[in-house]
Structure formats: C-alpha cells, structure tokens
C-alpha cells in the first residue's frame, strides 16, 4: 500500500511517499471493529491515524484496486478509521483484501448505495494538507 502526502502552500505542491508493506501494518498497534457493526464486528486492523504519521490535519483520498476513488474525506473522519486486514476469525481478509478499510457510522460516510463506507483492496491513500 502506498501513503502519500501532499502539501499546497500558495499554488506550489509537494509530494512524497512511502511504500507500507502488509507486514508492517500487521505491526502497527491493533484496533477491532465495534461488536456494534454486524457484518465487520471483531475484524482487526491498524488506525488509519498511525498511516498518517505526524499528521494533524488534512484530507485524505483512498484508491481501491479496481481504481474506485473516495471524495476527499477530512482529517476529524480519516483518523477514525480502521485499515483492516484480519477478519474475525483471526484469517487474512479474503474478501476485499488484503486491506479494507472501515469508518465507524457515527462518521456519515456512506458510499454511493447508501451504506457505511467501506473500501476493498486498499492500495494507496493520499493525504493532502493546505495550510490555512
């Protein structure tokens, strides 16, 4: 997975990125999802706030393997998040991995049918940052 960072500063862009591994997701600190959510409760995965680094501010944009892009979602919401990647049963993610990432409902983010936004097979977010 790729994490990306972009800073605008009057009109002039930076990029930079880094290239995290599975395996060094699998070594972030782990969260589970609520019991509260019946189709994703006790799935496991990292805090999409320890990918962000020292970040503080920001939005970020997922991108999914088959190239489905999220509107930019703000910081509050990102740091909600849960990059899963291991299901309830303590297996690697079959469906809509190897990473999936999760938002809690209270967040309001809802993916074009309507339901809690949830995007399979993760393969980069970008987080850009236009300081005020």
């Avoid at 999760?102 to 049918?113: A, H, I, K, N």
């Amino acid at each position: 997975m790729e994490v990306a960072r972009r800073r605008v500063v009057n009109g002039v862009t930076s990029n930079s990125a880094n290239r995290v591994s599975l395996q060094q997701i699998l070594g972030l600190e782990t969260l589970e999802v609520p019991v509260t959510d019946a189709k994703f409760a006790g799935y496991k995965g990292c805090s999409v706030k320890a990918l962000l680094g020292a970040a503080k501010s920001g939005t970020g944009v997922f991108v999914a393997g088959d190239g489905m892009t999220t509107e930019p979602i703000p910081y509050e919401h990102l740091v909600a998040g849960i990059m899963m990647h291991t299901d309830a049963d303590g297996e690697p993610l079959q469906q809509g991995g190897p990473l999936r990432v999760w938002f809690p409902p209270e967040m309001g983010l809802v993916c074009g049918s309507g339901n809690n936004l949830s995007v399979k097979d993760v393969k980069s977010l970008t987080l850009t940052v236009t300081p005020s």
